[in-house]
């Protein structure tokens, strides 16, 4: 337990009291929930779980530990007031000189405003160098309607793709089984490679925390008895999210028959919200995601955008991986 001058921050080990705050005051914000934390640690990562106190619970930190301290979708605070986060930074600071970690960096779901940006630069933060992570562009579709109405505000091509089911006799394939998570890891690999995006390493333990809990579905694209197109999607509170996808080239639109199977299945659930994650920014013309942000526009939906990442100095090593980052950024155009 740390006291501060107006809060104490101590360990918050019980799911529940964590999940019911998530769930009143950040419900979308998965890379905070209690089983996400559980996918770092089996992938042997350092997570700790805070919380921010004033006669009651305020705000929740869970950060994890690489070269900097990561809250990602976080902290989850009650109001974004400049005292909490001011007692955030400076404890997650302080854990990180202990850590020897050369920054802290966080990314919380919340409006990316002047004002909102102003609180941050106050506090001593810098927007980081690195692209737009974590869904902080995303693309979402309200799931309220029935099937027709989310049909009819389809872009007309993507609606015909989804008609053309049956006539290319595409089998889609809905599993929470690990016998099927190596035709999905195979293509992954192969669709990194093509694309050039870094594999995600976690992506098992990702898949088998959630699964065991009900809380993922891979769908799985056959044409000619060929696997074409895989998606893992996430259900957390009330949307289902798009988290991993992986297609070969075809001329047969599975992945949009894909996308569509795994819709129904989140109104099934009864999602609110179908997450069809990042997108590129509408400022960026040239940005290496625009073929894939065009596809998941043809859905429907609306956009959303939060604040940028922000970066809190520990150590001039800080510098070293901003350099690194700035580098990356500017050489895959995002």
């Given at each position: 337990?740390?006291?501060?001058?107006?809060?104490?921050?101590?360990?918050?080990?019980?799911?529940?009291?964590?999940?019911?705050?998530?769930?009143?005051?950040?419900?979308?914000?998965?890379?905070?929930?209690?089983?996400?934390?559980?996918?770092?640690?089996?992938?042997?990562?350092?997570?700790?779980?805070?919380?921010?106190?004033?006669?009651?619970?305020?705000?929740?930190?869970?950060?994890?530990?690489?070269?900097?301290?990561?809250?990602?979708?976080?902290?989850?605070?009650?109001?974004?007031?400049?005292?909490?986060?001011?007692?955030?930074?400076?404890?997650?600071?302080?854990?990180?000189?202990?850590?020897?970690?050369w920054f802290v960096r966080i990314n919380p779901l919340v409006?990316?405003?002047?004002?909102?940006?102003?609180?941050?630069?106050?506090?001593?933060?810098?927007?980081?160098?690195?692209?737009?992570?974590?869904?902080?562009?995303?693309?979402?579709?309200?799931?309220?309607?029935?099937?027709?109405?989310?049909?009819?505000?389809?872009?007309?091509?993507?609606?015909?793709?989804?008609?053309?089911?049956?006539?290319?006799?595409?089998?889609?394939?809905?599993?929470?089984?690990?016998?099927?998570?190596?035709?999905?890891?195979?293509?992954?690999?192969?669709?990194?490679?093509?694309?050039?995006?870094?594999?995600?390493?976690?992506?098992?333990?990702?898949?088998?925390?959630?699964?065991?809990?009900?809380?993922?579905?891979?769908?799985l694209g056959y044409y000619e008895k060929k696997i074409v197109?895989?998606?893992?999607?996430?259900?957390?509170?009330?949307?289902?999210?798009?988290?991993?996808?992986?297609?070969?080239?075809?001329?047969?639109?599975?992945?949009?028959?894909?996308?569509?199977?795994?819709?129904?299945?989140?109104?099934?659930?009864?999602?609110?919200?179908?997450?069809?994650?990042?997108?590129?920014?509408?400022?960026?013309?040239?940005?290496?995601?625009?073929?894939?942000?065009?596809?998941?526009?043809?859905?429907?939906?609306?956009?959303?955008?939060?604040?940028?990442?922000?970066?809190?100095?520990?150590?001039?090593?800080?510098?070293?991986?901003?350099?690194?980052?700035?580098?990356?950024?500017?050489?895959?155009?995002?």
């Amino acid at each position: 337990m740390v006291k501060t001058n107006q809060h104490t921050i101590r360990e918050i080990t019980s799911r529940p009291i964590w999940e019911e705050f998530l769930l009143r005051f950040s419900p979308h914000a998965l890379f905070q929930s209690w089983l996400w934390g559980e996918v770092q640690k089996r992938s042997g990562i350092k997570v700790w779980r805070f919380g921010l106190y004033q006669n009651e619970l305020l705000s929740a930190i869970s950060a994890r530990r690489g070269t900097h301290l990561h809250v990602r979708h976080g902290p989850v605070c009650r109001e974004f007031s400049e005292g909490q986060l001011k007692s955030i930074v400076e404890y997650l600071k302080n854990l990180s000189q202990k850590e020897r970690a050369w920054f802290v960096r966080i990314n919380p779901l919340v409006s990316g405003t002047k004002e909102t940006y102003e609180l941050f630069k106050i506090l001593g933060g810098k927007p980081s160098a690195i692209h737009a992570m974590d869904g902080e562009h995303c693309w979402v579709l309200d799931l309220n309607n029935s099937e027709e109405e989310l049909l009819s505000q389809m872009r007309k091509t993507t609606r015909y793709e989804i008609r053309q089911k049956e006539k290319f006799g595409v089998r889609v394939i809905k599993s929470q089984e690990n016998r099927y998570f190596d035709e999905f890891r195979t293509l992954y690999r192969g669709t990194s490679l093509r694309q050039g995006f870094v594999a995600h390493m976690d992506i098992v333990e990702e898949f088998t925390l959630f699964a065991k809990e009900q809380q993922a579905d891979l769908f799985l694209g056959y044409y000619e008895k060929k696997i074409v197109s895989v998606a893992l999607i996430l259900y957390y509170n009330d949307q289902a999210i798009y988290h991993h996808g992986a297609s070969v080239l075809s001329k047969v639109p599975v992945s949009t028959i894909v996308q569509w199977e795994a819709i129904k299945e989140a109104k099934k659930r009864g999602m609110k919200v179908y997450n069809f994650w990042g997108i590129a920014p509408s400022d960026n013309p040239k940005h290496p995601w625009r073929g894939l942000t065009l596809f998941k526009k043809g859905f429907g939906g609306r956009e959303i955008n939060t604040i940028h990442s922000h970066d809190f100095l520990v150590s001039h090593f800080y510098y070293i991986t901003r350099g690194i980052e700035t580098v990356r950024k500017l050489s895959k155009g995002y």
